[in-house]
């Protein structure tokens, strides 16, 4: 197992440089990079890039972008050349890119364009709040969906299984953005209720409550993001648990137990529950992996919750580019290290399963 994952990590290496060069590339083919908008805002606003040039200047990801664009006609070629130097885009393609990968290798992300921060700190502060979401969603999933699997299982074909099979695909079907906005109108003040604040993670004034209304304050905001990210995998997990007892149910070491004489009860939680929670067990890392990337992103967006989904996405309308690729670098390295530990997981807890061998 060792050398499997020595092996495993030592492709995260080569994984991780093809994912930064294909977004790299797409991303110099894209118009409207940094220097367009900053040109877009020289009639009034000031940036914090602005701020940097007029300071001396300060070293900046190397991320890259058309070095002319568009917007830069009719203006003085020489401060559209500092423009460029700001941004580190004076330098060829190429040589930008080898050198974000260095910089990458050592998590040295840059400076925020906009932020006059470094990318590092501001995924720093953005990381817990996307991963506590993902956390608690996943717990609530296992939590909830295990024992009503097991339900599911031992009264399979009767009406509360059709019943609750009905539930959970209607909840399948909707995604979890979509149910996000339904809980907003109903339960945050959209149409009807306001029992649930509609954006952020704690109060304004969180940091003056004393430490039980800090808590209780914290579960009032995250509530309704935290329901929203339950509905995909409430019902993959429930279908998940059901059919793997169903499987062993029908198995001959049950038959045998039953013939025994031992108790349903006992033959259910003695011996079934054990073999068919290995798969189940098994797929809480990749569990994980999955709402944290599939549907925190947009329920952080759609709750203006302060986590690095929402970072990402600032970033992106705003073409800041170090937090772009900062942000794509972390979530990539989280889903590959999250997969090993699934792999990992898989072989501990049922010895049968042998990936080195593969």
Same mark, same amino acid.
């Given at each position: 197992?060792?050398?499997? $994952? !020595? @092996?495993?990590?030592?492709?995260?290496?080569?994984?991780?440089? *093809?994912? +930064?060069?294909?977004?790299?590339? %797409?991303?110099?083919?894209?118009?409207?990079?940094?220097?367009?908008?900053?040109?877009?805002?020289?009639?009034?606003?000031?940036?914090?890039?602005?701020?940097?040039?007029?300071?001396?200047?300060?070293?900046?990801?190397?991320?890259?972008?058309?070095?002319?664009?568009?917007?830069?006609?009719?203006?003085?070629?020489?401060?559209?050349?500092?423009?460029?130097?700001?941004?580190?885009?004076?330098?060829?393609?190429?040589?930008?890119?080898?050198?974000?990968?260095?910089?990458?290798?050592?998590?040295?992300?840059?400076?925020?364009?906009?932020?006059?921060?470094?990318?590092?700190?501001?995924?720093?502060?953005?990381?817990?709040?996307?991963?506590?979401?993902?956390?608690?969603?996943?717990?609530?999933?296992?939590?909830?969906?295990?024992?009503?699997?097991?339900?599911? $299982? !031992? @009264?399979?074909?009767?009406?509360?299984?059709?019943?609750?099979? *009905?539930? +959970?695909?209607?909840?399948?079907? %909707?995604?979890?953005?979509?149910?996000?906005?339904?809980?907003?109108?109903?339960?945050?003040?959209?149409?009807?209720?306001?029992?649930?604040?509609?954006?952020?993670?704690?109060?304004?004034?969180?940091?003056?409550?004393?430490?039980?209304?800090?808590?209780?304050?914290?579960?009032?905001?995250?509530?309704?993001?935290?329901?929203?990210?339950?509905?995909?995998?409430?019902?993959?997990?429930?279908?998940?648990?059901?059919?793997?007892?169903?499987?062993?149910?029908?198995?001959?070491?049950?038959?045998?137990?039953?013939?025994?004489?031992?108790?349903?009860?006992?033959?259910?939680?003695?011996?079934?529950?054990?073999?068919?929670?290995?798969?189940?067990?098994?797929?809480?890392?990749?569990?994980?992996?999955?709402?944290?990337?599939?549907?925190?992103?947009?329920?952080?967006?759609?709750?203006?919750?302060?986590?690095?989904?929402?970072?990402?996405?600032?970033?992106?309308?705003?073409?800041?580019?170090?937090?772009?690729?900062?942000?794509?670098?972390?979530?990539?390295?989280?889903?590959?290290?999250?997969?090993?530990?699934?792999?990992?997981?898989?072989?501990?807890?049922?010895?049968?399963?042998?990936?080195?061998?593969?």
């Amino acid at each position: 197992m060792l050398a499997y $994952a !020595v @092996r495993r990590i030592l492709l995260m290496i080569p994984t991780l440089f *093809a994912i +930064i060069l294909v977004n790299f590339v %797409i991303v110099q083919a894209a118009p409207g990079g940094p220097v367009d908008q900053l040109i877009a805002q020289l009639k009034g606003a000031d940036t914090g890039a602005l701020g940097r040039m007029s300071g001396g200047g300060a070293e900046v990801s190397t991320a890259s972008t058309p070095d002319q664009s568009r917007g830069a006609r009719g203006l003085d070629p020489e401060f559209i050349k500092q423009l460029n130097k700001l941004y580190g885009f004076d330098k060829p393609p190429a040589e930008r890119f080898w050198t974000m990968v260095r910089n990458y290798l050592a998590f040295d992300f840059g400076t925020s364009f906009y932020r006059d921060r470094p990318v590092i700190r501001l995924i720093a502060d953005k990381l817990p709040v996307s991963i506590s979401l993902g956390l608690w969603a996943t717990l609530i999933s296992y939590l909830v969906s295990i024992p009503l699997g097991i339900r599911k $299982a !031992v @009264r399979n074909g009767t009406r509360f299984d059709t019943a609750t099979s *009905a539930a +959970i695909i209607i909840g399948y079907a %909707i995604p979890g953005y979509i149910f996000a906005v339904l809980l907003i109108v109903l339960f945050a003040g959209g149409s009807y209720l306001h029992w649930f604040p509609l954006r952020g993670i704690v109060s304004d004034d969180w940091s003056s409550f004393p430490w039980p209304r800090r808590i209780a304050d914290y579960f009032w905001h995250v509530a309704l993001p935290v329901v929203s990210l339950l509905v995909g995998s409430f019902a993959s997990l429930t279908m998940l648990t059901k059919n793997s007892f169903l499987d062993e149910i029908n198995k001959q070491y049950v038959v045998t137990a039953r013939a025994k004489g031992l108790s349903a009860r006992r033959v259910l939680y003695g011996h079934v529950f054990r073999n068919a929670m290995l798969l189940v067990i098994a797929g809480f890392p990749a569990a994980f992996i999955g709402i944290l990337f599939t549907g925190a992103l947009l329920v952080e967006v759609i709750f203006s919750l302060d986590g690095l989904g929402y970072l990402g996405f600032q970033a992106a309308i705003g073409r800041d580019y170090p937090v772009m690729f900062g942000t794509l670098y972390i979530y990539t390295l989280i889903g590959l290290a999250t997969t090993l530990i699934r792999d990992l997981t898989d072989t501990l807890v049922d010895p049968r399963i042998d990936f080195a061998t593969r």
